[in-house]
Antibody, heavy 122, light 107 residues
Framework: EVQLVESGGGLVQPGGSLRLSCAAA????????VDWVRQAPGKGLEWVGR??????????EFAASVKGRFTISRDASKNSVFLQMNSLKNEDTAVYYC?????????????WGLGTLVTVSS | DIQMTQSPSSLSASVGDRVTITCRAS??????LAWFQQKPGKAPKSLIY???GLQSGVPLRFSGSGSGTDFTLTISSLQPEDFATYYC?????????FGGGTKVEIK
């Protein structure tokens, strides 16, 4: 069964850092693009960034709002993707979801994780 | 960035009604459009890709259409489990952007 599970969320002060994990089960994450999408409390969805698959050297893309502060990495041995968030701001408070692309269709997501909540507050 | 505009922002409908939600892109995105359903406190669920392709397991009462800048999501006969918020999203280029959402409520 295909599953994505996010973890690592929590409370962090402005200017702090946090690393989110997205662990996959039931498939090889290295074969897939993985995107991060967030949702601030009571708001809509916002794309954060993506990691291309192994065949495309895991090259990342980021939204302007997080570029230079967030990075994405992978650990194939753990079948996981990580979102490293630095210089966090109050407006980064959100539930963060990871999603994988539909096989062979990099722009399309088929499976999502349940999300992990990040709260940036002093 | 491409802006995605959904309408209406909310609607009230009854079980069995036909519901249509529209999404407009600020420029031509071909058919690079997806639709998602989200229930309160839950992760989004992928419904439609490529403007009209149905994701695996999605009921046939859901359909999508359009290309270029104008798109629609139609629910042919609204069921109790369909009351949720629906989002469109383009994946034509970076950054991907979402519409503001349409909340479908029970009349």
């Amino acid at each position: 069964e295909v599953q994505l599970v996010e973890s690592g969320g929590g409370l962090v002060q402005p200017g702090g850092s946090l690393r989110l994990s997205c662990a996959a089960a039931g498939f090889m994450l290295s074969d897939h693009y993985v995107d991060w999408v967030r949702q601030a409390p009571g708001k809509g969805l916002e794309w954060v960034g993506r990691s291309r698959n192994k065949a495309n050297s895991y090259r990342p893309e980021f939204a302007a709002s997080v570029k230079g502060r967030f990075t994405i990495s992978r650990d194939a041995s753990k079948n996981s993707v990580f979102l490293q968030m630095n210089s966090l701001k109050n407006e980064d408070t959100a539930v963060y979801y990871c999603a994988r692309d539909r096989p062979g269709d990099p722009g399309v997501w088929d499976y999502w994780g349940l999300g992990t909540l990040v709260t940036v507050s002093s | 960035d491409i802006q995605m505009t959904q309408s209406p922002s909310s609607l009230s409908a009854s079980v069995g009604d036909r519901v249509t939600i529209t999404c407009r892109a600020s420029r031509d995105i071909s058919n690079s459009l997806a639709w998602f359903q989200q229930k309160p406190g839950k992760a989004p669920k992928s419904l439609i890709y490529g403007a009209s392709g149905l994701q695996s397991g999605v009921p046939l009462r859901f359909s999508g259409s359009g290309s270029g800048t104008d798109f629609t999501l139609t629910i042919s006969s609204l069921q109790p489990e369909d009351f949720a918020t629906y989002y469109c999203q383009h994946y034509y280029d970076y950054p991907f952007t979402f519409g503001g959402g349409t909340k479908v409520e029970i009349k």
